[in-house]
């Protein structure tokens, strides 16, 4: 049980979040060239456990990974497929504990790496206190969330019939709002880092060419990086569409309300950093109408993107460096107005085409 259990949910995991793996191996190995990648890599570990602040920053990334695979585990056992887990709850707890330490010891592969290569640089730098701190964070995420695992298991059911004693009233959410729903209540993690990342390189870019001023251009640049910061999740949208929305295709809802919903649902995830371009700009009503049209227009080309490389995350990535190189030199040649106008044209036109036409399906890795 044990067996099939780890690499059940080990597979599942690694395969749903392959879109961050890849991103976070670009971002590792791929924004360096080949010959720099040892001293890139050896500073940027040093900067970790030298300094109160890298480990801070360590440590939170750890955390908000362990969080991300507590939600993971916990959606997993509300299934059906899962319920022979339960059997787990009646043996004794020092086992149940250390079978999902196990578990756990798997799919926090990542960290534990990271782990081991912390380890031996701080003893061999003598950051003595940098490794007792990795021990202790580390071993504290893993026992605590195979401790929260073994409360659900044991006493979930506690939970399930106070849940149904105590169920309040259903509020009915129309066909526009699932993407929604789905986003802010199944991927509330994703979408907090999402947010925090945008907004950290949004804020950076003005703080970098803080002495040009408010230049329609730089926010536009800062806009560009906030929209390129939303690839996974619009990813993760549109793979949602496909898995559990399907049978969409057949209700009698036009091309025309999909597209208005996707551009909705756009218009609606850019809140945060509209706000911070309105604040950004001086309240300059040019540049926040460049700025909402250009958030809008990058975000559904990366929706049609996915569908002209048929969710093939290898491409996708490709071609969003295409993208970047591209919007910089229209924003750069003062062309921004005319690409956003001209791109966002070209991609309602591809999707009214080729809704219909295209029938796309999640690869099994």
Same mark, same amino acid.
């Given at each position: 049980m044990l067996r099939l259990l780890i690499k059940s949910l080990a597979r599942e995991f690694y395969q749903q979040h392959a879109g961050f793996f890849l991103v976070g191996l670009y971002v590792l190995f791929g924004v360096v060239e080949p010959s720099?990648?040892?001293?890139?890599?050896?500073?940027?570990?040093?900067?970790?456990?030298?300094?109160?602040?890298?480990?801070?920053?360590?440590?939170?990334?750890?955390?908000?990974?362990?969080?991300?695979?507590?939600?993971?585990?916990?959606?997993?056992?509300?299934?059906?497929?899962?319920?022979?887990?339960?059997?787990?709850?009646?043996?004794d707890r020092h086992t149940q504990l250390k079978l999902w330490l196990t578990l756990y010891s798997v799919i926090l592969l990542p960290i534990i790496f990271y782990v081991f290569v912390l380890i031996g640089i701080s003893i061999y730098n003598h950051f003595f206190t940098s490794l007792i701190c990795i021990l202790i964070v580390y071993s504290a995420l893993a026992f605590g969330l195979s401790f929260l695992s073994y409360q659900s298991v044991t006493f979930g059911f506690l939970r399930q019939e106070r849940k149904q004693v105590n169920s309040g009233i259903k509020i009915k959410r129309s066909f526009f709002s699932w993407p929604l729903y789905y986003l802010f209540n199944e991927q509330t993690l994703m979408l907090l880092m999402c947010k925090v990342l945008s907004l950290v390189f949004f804020k950076g870019i003005l703080w970098m060419f803080a002495d040009v001023g408010n230049d329609t251009r730089v926010l536009l640049v800062a806009l560009l990086a906030s929209v390129l910061c939303h690839a996974?999740?619009?990813?993760? *949208? #549109?793979? %949602?569409? !496909?898995?559990?929305?399907?049978?969409?295709?057949? $209700?009698?809802? +036009?091309?025309?309300?999909? =597209? /208005?919903?996707? *551009? #909705?649902? %756009?218009? !609606?995830?850019?809140?945060?950093?509209?706000?911070? $371009?309105?604040? +950004?700009?001086?309240?300059? =009503? /040019?540049?926040i109408t460049n700025g909402f049209l250009f958030g809008l227009t990058g975000l559904f080309f990366l929706l049609i993107l996915l569908y002209i490389v048929k969710l093939n995350m290898d491409n996708y990535l490709k071609w969003l460096l295409f993208f970047f190189f591209a919007s910089m030199w229209s924003i750069l040649g003062h062309h921004y107005l005319l690409f956003s106008l001209g791109l966002l044209s070209c991609c309602i036109i591809y999707y009214l085409i080729n809704f219909n036409r295209t029938d796309l399906k999640v690869e099994e890795q």
């Open positions: 720099q990648l040892i001293g890139y890599h050896k500073a940027l570990l040093l900067a970790g456990i030298s300094s109160p602040l890298g480990m801070a920053i360590v440590f939170a990334s750890w955390f908000l990974y362990s969080v991300k695979v507590h939600f993971f585990i916990k959606q997993k056992l509300a299934l059906v497929q899962y319920n022979f887990i339960n059997e787990i709850g009646t043996l996974v999740l619009v990813f993760t *949208l #549109l793979k %949602f569409e !496909i898995v559990y929305l399907d049978f969409s295709k057949s $209700l009698p809802v +036009s091309v025309y309300k999909r =597209l /208005y919903r996707w *551009l #909705l649902t %756009f218009a !609606i995830i850019l809140i945060p950093e509209w706000i911070f $371009l309105i604040i +950004s700009s001086g309240y300059n =009503l /040019y540049s």
